[in-house]
């Protein structure tokens, strides 16, 4: 499809919306008014608070629910939200008790109360196999909850939890209705999102599956974090949540002053938003780096000088410099330098080709007649999948191509679309590096991102079998999730990344940002800590 012809669906859709992009007035105070159009790259697949974290699904589940606590995306410091105060924890983080703030209540008019919590987090923490409804990555070691009055709660837990306190501050923790709470997966997925009652500042008034869901501001809202400067209402009247695929369309439609926000706008056009009217907002993800998984256990990279010649022969700068700019900073670590835990190993993944060629020479690996690598009748070609969340990962994977061809190793990437890249990660057979990146601003994400209970993304964990490559790597990450002090969990994580260094598990890229452009009329646009967006206090200058 031609970008102008793209451009002019996007636009039908938006002038077929009922708000448009006016800045009209409306009931809710000074200052408030008008539908916001916002472009997303890709459509959503759940509202299911856990399984949020795919960028589409969180961007809508961290505007329709409250959370317990609020992480300041700024200082990364928890302040209350519905809960009064911090909790109150423990010697050794095994019970956390929360006071609820009163008179909270769901848009389907139910309270939140204590038990309206605790169900909630007694599903998040521990998931329901019956209806395929996952546990939170966030919540590690959790037993149970107690309802000690109507607004104090108390959750216990068999080991401890020093993560828990961050973990309710995550759209991976959005509270819930009861009534939502009964749903199956399936129900949390396209088809019923008007059906997904959460407490916060908007709620879903229509869905148009896979191409528009609009949000509406919530009339009686008054219970947004205490440490914000805006209160009450939220200023817009809603949002249009548009889908727009392709990048071109994003970047048009929002310089032709047809929408007000994108997210997504990759490197090459960042240009354009520095132009009159226009504005670009690159939020950091705070967690793991953009980077490439290596399964370790398939045959090809069983052997670390293979893992280690791979590294050696990616030229990461050239990457960085080529696809992208000055948003995406160069990788030092497994994680990124603003994420907690952060230890720099840079020093592991210098470019050095004349290292990588003797390393594969020495793992038995020869050059064949067609330019390729090969040991035992096996060539050395390896399958990469497009991460399609990520930015550009089909150019930078090619890049990728174009270097380690020189040193005879043949790179593939499987072709598909997010359905088939997903089912095809789940075999070492089919993509042996893979490439992701999370954003969660505590301790725990190195655990979300390795670990064989969770993304498992090396593999450790074999998905036929259930054995583990390498325990000491499940049992060093399962410390920075129980260590009871900071102190510890930092020493944990350091512990943590540098076995993943030391290994040649995985390959840091960069420091993956959330661009997005928009309109200068556009004020008090924020995101959450790992980037999503927060349209709470976002108003149109119009």
Request: aromatic residues 8%.
């Amino acid at each position: 499809m031609r970008a102008t012809a793209a451009i002019a669906i996007v636009a039908g859709l938006i002038t077929g919306c009922a708000g448009g992009t006016s800045g009209g007035g409306s009931d809710g105070g000074e200052g408030a008014g008008g539908t916001l159009t916002y472009l997303e790259p890709q459509t959503w697949t759940t509202l299911y608070p856990p399984a949020a974290g795919f960028y589409p699904n969180g961007g809508i589940v961290n505007n329709i629910t409250d959370r317990l606590l609020y992480q300041n995306p700024e200082t990364l410091e928890l302040e209350p939200w519905i809960a009064t105060e911090l909790p109150e924890v423990n010697a050794d983080a095994t019970e956390y008790t929360f006071t609820l703030r009163e008179g909270v209540t769901y848009s389907d008019g139910t309270p939140l109360d204590a038990e309206n919590v605790v169900k909630n987090f007694d599903l998040f923490g521990k998931g329901d196999p019956d209806r395929a409804l996952t546990a939170s990555e966030a919540i590690n070691n959790y037993d149970h909850g107690e309802v000690i009055d109507d607004h104090t709660v108390r959750f216990h837990f068999s080991a401890p939890a020093p993560g828990f306190a961050q973990a309710v501050s995550t759209i991976n923790s959005g509270l819930l209705s009861n009534a939502t709470l009964d749903k199956t997966n399936e129900e949390f997925g396209p088809g019923n999102a008007t059906t997904i009652i959460g407490s916060g500042p908007f709620v879903i008034a229509d869905e148009q599956i896979g191409t528009q869901v609009s949000l509406k501001a919530r009339e009686d809202y008054d219970w947004a974090p205490p440490s914000l400067e805006h209160q009450g209402r939220a200023l817009l009247d809603g949002i249009d949540i548009v889908l727009a695929s392709e990048s071109s369309v994003r970047v048009g439609t929002v310089v032709a002053d047809q929408a007000d926000i994108a997210r997504q706008i990759d490197a090459p056009d960042e240009a354009q938003f520095a132009a009159d009217g226009l504005t670009l907002h690159a939020a950091t993800t705070n967690g793991v780096n953009n980077g490439f998984s290596f399964r370790f256990r398939n045959e090809l990279l069983s052997d670390i000088r293979v893992r280690q010649a791979i590294i050696a022969g990616v030229d990461r700068e050239a990457i960085v410099d080529t696809l992208f700019t000055d948003s995406y900073p160069l990788a030092t670590g497994a994680l990124a330098k603003t994420a907690l835990g952060y230890l720099d190993t840079s020093e592991y993944y210098a470019y050095d080709p004349g290292r990588a060629a003797q390393l594969l020479d020495e793992a038995g690996w020869t050059v064949g007649s067609d330019g390729i690598r090969e040991k035992d009748g096996q060539k050395l070609s390896l399958t990469f999948n497009e991460a399609l969340p990520q930015p550009r990962s089909k150019d930078v994977v090619t890049l990728v191509q174009e270097q380690l061809a020189q040193l005879g190793i043949e790179v593939n990437l499987f072709p598909g679309d997010q359905a088939a890249q997903t089912e095809a990660a789940l075999s070492a057979d089919t993509i042996q590096v893979y490439h992701s990146m999370v954003g969660r601003a505590d301790f725990d994400v190195l655990k979300s991102q390795f670990s064989s209970d969770n993304r498992n993304t090396l593999l450790n964990r074999d998905n036929t079998d259930d054995s583990v490559g390498d325990p000491e790597l499940d049992a060093l990450l399962a410390a920075v999730a129980s260590a009871p002090t900071v102190e510890e969990r930092q020493a944990a994580s350091e512990a943590a990344q540098l076995h993943i260094a030391e290994n040649a598990y995985f390959l840091p890229l960069f420091e993956e940002p959330q661009v997005f452009g928009l309109r200068a009329d556009v004020q008090g646009f924020a995101t959450e800590s790992v980037g999503r967006p927060s349209f709470y206090a976002t108003s149109l200058d119009r």
